[in-house]
C-alpha cells in the first residue's frame, strides 16, 4: 500500500486509509487500488483477510528492489528473476554473440570461459529462432600430490529458462583439449526456469575439465526476455581409503615385473593380450608358488589410458576345479580378478568367475563354485578402471586351496553345465 514493493506492517495504515473510498485517498503516486487484495475492483472491509494474508511477501526485479504486481497477486507469481550475486564474476560474452562456445566452435578457434573453485558467475543464454547459445566453462584441479587426494566440485545452477547443464567426459581425465572428450556427459541435469539444480562430481585428480550450459529449448528466449544465469563451481578435497600391503611374512614368489609407466609395453606376462601370450605361473596350497606379491597400475600409451594386465597360469587336469583363493591390494581404486579357462590356448578361452576388490576391502579365502573343465585356468589381475592407481601399486594373490570337482556318474544332470562360458567381457 506504500508503494515499497512489498507488504508489511507498515502498509496497515495505508490500507485503512484506502477502506475510507477512492475520493478520500491522499497518495496520488500510489494508487488506491492497490488495496483490492480480493481483485473485486474496490477496496472494502472483504480485503482485510487477502491483505492479512499477504503481509510479508515480497516479489524481486532485475535491480534487486521488489516489485508488485497489482490487486489479488502474491509473490509466487512474480515473473523468473535470477539475480546476479555480490562478489559474482560477470560472462564476458554479451548477449547474442558466441564468445566460449567451447568445442562447439571451429577446430583451432575454441574458446572457454574459465571457472575457479569457489567462484559464481553471472551469464546470459539465448535461444531464438532455432539457434541457442551454448557456453563453455574451463575448471583447473590443481594436483594434490596424493594419487589417492582428488577434489570433488560441487556446481550449483539457476537460471531464467529451462536449463541444460553438465561435465563433459573425458577419456583421460583431466587432460586438457577438445579430442580427449568423449562427447557424452558424466554428470548431467536439466531444471525448469528459476529451479536450483546442483551436481557433485567424483573426486578429481589435478588437471582441466569442462562444463557445458545452454537453454533446454532452441526458442523463445531471445536476448532481452528472460536469459540470465547463476552458476557456482565449489570444490572439496577427498582422499580415498588406501591400505598398505607390505610382503608376506610367508614364503612367497614375487611377480618379478618392472613397474609399469607411459608408453610401457608388458612382455612379462600380459597373457594373451602379448605378442607372444606371456604368463606367470602360479601354485595352489601351502607353498611359495601360490604366494604372489605383484605390482599393478595405470598409465599412458600413445596418450591414451592403459592399464597393467596380470595373466597368472594353474595347470589344471582337464577336470572341474574348485579354488579357494584371497586378494587384497594397496590401491585406492577397484581391483578386477578374472578366472578365465582354456583347452587349448589363446586362441579359445572363456570367463568362469570374475570379482571386483576394492581398496581396503580385500577377498579373504573366497571359494568358488566348481568352474567348467579346463586344462589351464588363468588368474587375471588388473585395475578395473583405466586411470587412478599409480603404478607400483602392490597386490597379495594366493590361490589357498584347488579341489577336483569334475562329476561322476552321480553327478546331478545339468550340474557340468553350472558354470556356462561368458562372452563379451573386454580385458
Known amino acids: 500500500m506504500d508503494c515499497d514493493g512489498d507488504i508489511d506492517f507498515n502498509d496497515i495504515n495505508y490500507f485503512v486509509q484506502a477502506l475510507s473510498g477512492e475520493a478520500a485517498w491522499p497518495y496520488p503516486d500510489c494508487p488506491w487500488l492497490n488495496g483490492d487484495c480480493d481483485g473485486d475492483e474496490t477496496v472494502t472491509f472483504d480485503d482485510i483477510s487477502p491483505f492479512v494474508a499477504l503481509i510479508g511477501t515480497t516479489c524481486r526485479s532485475r535491480t534487486s528492489e521488489p516489485v508488485w504486481l497489482g490487486p489479488d497477486t502474491t509473490c509466487d507469481m512474480c515473473p523468473c ?184 609395453i608388458d612382455t612379462f606376462n600380459g597373457g594373451c593380450l602379448s605378442n607372444p601370450p606371456t604368463f606367470s605361473d602360479i601354485g595352489c596350497g601351502d607353498v611359495a608358488e601360490a604366494l604372489i606379491y605383484g605390482r599393478t597400475g595405470t598409465y599412458l600409451a600413445s596418450g591414451f589410458p592403459a592399464k597393467d594386465r596380470d595373466w597368472y597360469r594353474f595347470v589344471g587336469n582337464g577336470g572341474s576345479t574348485r579354488f579357494t583363493f584371497t586378494l587384497e591390494h594397496a590401491a585406492c581404486a577397484p581391483l578386477e580378478l578374472l578366472i578365465l579357462a582354456t583347452m587349448d590356448g589363446c586362441p579359445s578361452y572363456w570367463i568362469v568367475d570374475s570379482y571386483v576388490v576394492e581398496g581396503c576391502q580385500p577377498l579373504c579365502s573366497v571359494t568358488t563354485n566348481c568352474l567348467s573343465a579346463a586344462a589351464e585356468y588363468w588368474f587375471y589381475v588388473s585395475p578395473l578402471n583405466d586411470t587412478g592407481i599409480p603404478c607400483g601399486t602392490a597386490y597379495v594373490l594366493q590361490i589357498e586351496a584347488c579341489e577336483d570337482c569334475s562329476c561322476t556318474v552321480d553327478c546331478p544332470p545339468g550340474k557340468a553345465d553350472e558354470n556356462e562360458p561368458r562372452v563379451g567381457h573386454r580385458l
Open 81 to 264: 528473476v535470477v539475480l546476479c550475486p555480490d562478489g559474482a564474476t560477470p560472462e564476458p560474452e554479451p548477449c547474442g554473440e558466441d564468445m566460449n562456445g567451447g568445442c562447439n566452435m571451429p577446430a583451432g578457434s575454441e574458446s572457454f570461459t574459465p571457472v575457479s573453485p569457489g567462484e559464481s558467475l553471472c551469464g546470459t543464454c539465448w535461444a531464438d529462432a532455432g539457434a541457442r547459445d551454448m557456453d563453455w566453462f574451463v575448471v583447473e584441479v590443481p594436483d594434490s600430490g596424493d594419487p589417492c587426494t582428488g577434489l570433488q566440485l560441487t556446481v550449483e545452477v539457476e537460471a531464467e529458462f529451462p536449463l541444460h547443464c553438465g561435465r563433459l567426459e573425458q577419456i583421460v581425465p583431466g587432460l586438457p583439449g577438445c579430442g580427449n572428450l568423449t562427447g557424452q556427459f558424466v554428470d548431467e541435469r536439466v531444471a525448469e526456469a528459476c529451479t536450483p539444480t546442483s551436481f557433485t562430481t567424483t573426486s578429481l585428480p589435478g588437471g582441466t575439465y569442462y562444463l557445458w550450459l545452454s537453454a533446454f529449448a532452441y526458442d523463445g528466449h531471445p536476448c532481452g526476455s528472460e536469459v540470465d544465469y547463476v552458476i557456482t563451481v565449489t570444490g572439496t578435497w577427498h582422499t580415498e581409503p588406501s591400505c598398505p600391503v607390505p610382503p608376506p611374512s610367508q614364503p612367497y614368489t614375487p611377480e618379478g615385473e618392472p613397474d609399469c609407466g607411459d608408453d610401457y
